[in-house]
Every structure is written in C-alpha cells, then in structure tokens.
C-alpha cells in the first residue's frame, strides 16, 4: 500500500507533522498537539502499510486520518521558489517523436517559452465487492492547451522541494469548474486500468459460482420434472418448479450483486502552479482543410503533454483528425457497427445509415 503510505505521508506533513518514511509503506511521524488529539494517539504515531503480518488495517487508518482533511476539496496555490525559463528545444524532433497523427500531417509554425497554469488533481477512490480497496490517483492538466500530463506522480516528486506558497494561484474557481469534469474523466480512466485485475478476479468467481449454482439447481429441477413426468403435473408440482425456478432467479441476482464492483471517486485536494514550457504552434492538416493548435512541451518532465479527445475527453494518443480537423482518439474515429462507415463523433452523434446503437 505505497500510495495510501505516501498519502499520509503528505497529509501529515501538511498538518506540521514530522514525518520519516521507512519505506516498504512504513512511516513515523512527530504529531502536533492537536493532529494527536484528532487522531486518538500520542505524541509519534508509527504506521505500517505494507503487505505482510502485523500490518495496521488500512482502511481503519485511511478513515481516521481523513478526519484531517478540510470539509471540502483544498485548492492550494504554490509557484517555484526558482523561477525559470524553458530554454530552446527542437520542436520538430518534439513532434516527429510524441505527437502520432494517423490520418494527417502537421506543419511546425513557432515555439516559444512561457510559463504554463497546470492543475494537479488528487482522488480518492474506494472499490466496494465482497472486499473493500481504496487507493488514490492523481491527474494533472495543462489548462492552457487543456491537455494531460502523463506522468502526474514524477511531475509532482520532481518539484515539490522547490514549492512555496503562491495566494494568487489559488484563486481558481473560473478555470477549476471547466475542468474538474477533464480531470475525473480521466481520473476513471487511470482507475479503471488500475482495478482491472480486480474486475477479472471478480468475474472469474462469478463464472465459478454461477457454473456452481447452475448445476445445483439444474439436478434439483430435473428431478422435480421427473416426478412430475411420472403422473399428471398437478398444481402442487407446478407452483414446486415455478418457485424453484425463480429462487434459481434470486440467486443468480445476489451473486452479481455479491461480486459486481462498486466505485465511488472523491477529489480531495487540487495544487495550482505555473511551470516553465515551450509552447509549440502548429497546423494539423487533413485533406484540405487545416487547424492551428498550440501544443506545450513540459520543461520538468521534457515530454509533450498529451492532446485530449474533443468528444469524449479521453487520450488522444494516437490523434486521428476529422476532414473538419478535430482532434480524436481512436474510438471517437471508428466504423459505424452497422454500416462500416467511419464518421466523426464531434460532427455527428451517430451514423448516417440511422441505424441503432451507431450513437456514442
């Protein structure tokens, strides 16, 4: 349990703890006063994660430190203590190398520095089964090419010691409200990819127990059409089948239910900062219609940041372009499953053909 081990790390830290990491998800921490009365501890608080015996329960302590958290999600505001400018890049090889368009070309125009708003989101999410999970995801926006950063986690580890508080960057709530909707899209996605080796263990208890159960119920009413068969069914044995057919019904409800996963995302905290970056001018052209788009190429993590679906605000990597020049992850560009046509989501919210089940 690295991440909720680095999480209370991070809340500690933030109430004036002083906190050591002893890694494999092990901490120790110096509590003030009123962190160690919230809590119900003393004065050091040492807590293991890890996954072996002896371990602290995570979800109790998960429950008990979120009693530190504000009532509503925190917007902190910060800039670098070091100001800096994104040197000179290659911005051709930049896109030759990370900007994969599949049905178009681009043509460079310009790049420049400047100091780019990003927006670092972190959630909380707890998967409900037959077994409770809760794990953290963080996602981190460009809000002024509204694009994705790849990797949150490296971005935020990589500046943190050089934070310092910043009052004006945590004035946010215009930009924030048109793109918390972005960030928890693409916070579902990361969490998705994350449980799905629960999703697959779920559904291969599911299959067993419902083989399980069809055969069981299967022998039980065999042998109650058989003594049926035996004489004229009478109501007795009719209204017997009827009601053992529809506990079978039952049954079969419940273990779905028992093993269907149930996930609850919360945003608990937001960080603003301006970083240095090279904005990257650029026309993306299809056919013979072109578009002028600005790209940023992150100068912490020296990648691009990843361009976003218009339609349904997923990655948009690779970029498929529309004959309007939308910008369109592969499931936005795909065949009608009717008719085989490939049409634009942006343009049209189904297929031409009218044909059901071709809206997205």
């Known amino acids: 349990m690295m991440e909720l081990s680095e999480w209370a790390r991070d809340l500690?830290?933030?109430?004036?703890?002083?906190?050591?990491?002893?890694?494999?998800?092990?901490?120790?921490?110096?509590?003030?006063?009123?962190?160690?009365?919230?809590?119900?501890?003393?004065?050091?608080?040492?807590?293991d994660f890890g996954a072996r015996v002896g371990a602290d329960d995570s979800s109790?302590?998960?429950?008990?430190?979120?009693?530190?958290?504000?009532?509503?999600?925190?917007?902190?505001?910060?800039?670098l203590r070091q100001?800096?400018?994104?040197?000179?890049?290659?911005?051709?090889?930049?896109?030759?190398?990370?900007?994969?368009?599949?049905?178009?070309?681009?043509?460079?125009?310009?790049d420049y520095a400047e100091a780019v708003p990003y927006y670092l989101f972190s959630f909380e999410y707890?998967?409900?089964?037959?077994?409770?999970?809760?794990?953290?995801?963080?996602?981190?926006?460009?809000?002024?090419?509204?694009?994705?950063?790849?990797?949150?986690?490296?971005?935020?580890?990589?500046?943190?010691?050089?934070?310092e508080e910043d009052p004006v960057s945590s004035d946010v709530s215009g930009p924030l409200g048109g793109l918390y909707l972005l960030a928890s899209r693409a916070a579902q996605a990361e969490v998705r990819d994350r449980i799905a080796a629960l999703e697959q263990s779920a559904n291969r208890r599911l299959a067993r127990d419902s083989e399980r159960m069809a055969s069981y119920y299967g022998g039980l009413l065999a042998q109650i059409e058989k003594r049926a068969a035996r004489r004229d069914a009478?109501?007795?044995?009719?209204?017997?089948?009827?009601?053992?057919?529809?506990?079978?019904?039952?049954?079969?409800?419940?273990?779905?239910?028992?093993?269907s996963l149930r996930v609850q995302l919360e945003l608990t905290d937001v960080l603003a900062v301006r970083l240095p970056a090279r904005a990257i001018s650029a026309r993306l052209v299809r056919k013979k219609e072109?578009?002028?788009?600005t790209l940023h190429w992150n100068a912490v993590l020296r990648a691009l940041?990843?361009?976003?679906?218009?339609?349904?605000?997923?990655?948009?990597?690779?970029?498929?372009?529309?004959?309007k020049v939308h910008l369109l992850c592969g499931a936005c560009w795909s065949?009608?499953?009717?008719?085989?046509?490939?049409?634009?989501?942006?343009?049209?919210?189904?297929?031409?053909?009218?044909?059901?089940?071709?809206?997205?």
């Open 234 to 259: 009478a109501e007795k044995d009719r209204s017997r089948i009827e009601a053992t057919r529809l506990d079978r019904a039952a049954k079969m409800e419940d273990l779905v239910r028992k093993y």
């Open 60 to 79: 109790e302590w998960q429950e008990r430190l979120s009693t530190l958290l504000p009532p509503s999600p925190a917007v902190a505001g910060a800039r």
């Open 305 to 323: 940041d990843m361009p976003l679906c218009e339609y349904c605000s997923g990655r948009a990597r690779p970029l498929f372009l529309c004959e």
């Open 12 to 47: 500690l830290m933030s109430r004036g703890a002083l906190v050591e990491s002893e890694g494999d998800g092990a901490l120790r921490a110096l509590l003030p006063a009123e962190v160690s009365a919230r809590l119900a501890v003393g004065d050091w608080l040492s807590l």
């Open 83 to 110: 100001r800096t400018v994104a040197g000179p890049i290659d911005a051709e090889a930049v896109l030759n190398r990370e900007l994969a368009v599949q049905n178009g070309v681009w043509r460079l125009v310009e």
């Open 126 to 163: 707890t998967v409900e089964s037959d077994e409770r999970t809760i794990g953290y995801a963080r996602v981190c926006l460009n809000s002024a090419s509204r694009s994705l950063v790849g990797q949150p986690e490296r971005l935020l580890h990589s500046i943190q010691d050089d934070l």
């Open 290 to 293: 072109e578009r002028l788009v």
């Open 335 to 360: 065949a009608c499953p009717a008719c085989g046509r490939v049409f634009c989501r942006v343009c049209q919210r189904a297929c031409k053909c009218g044909a059901k089940g071709s809206v997205q």
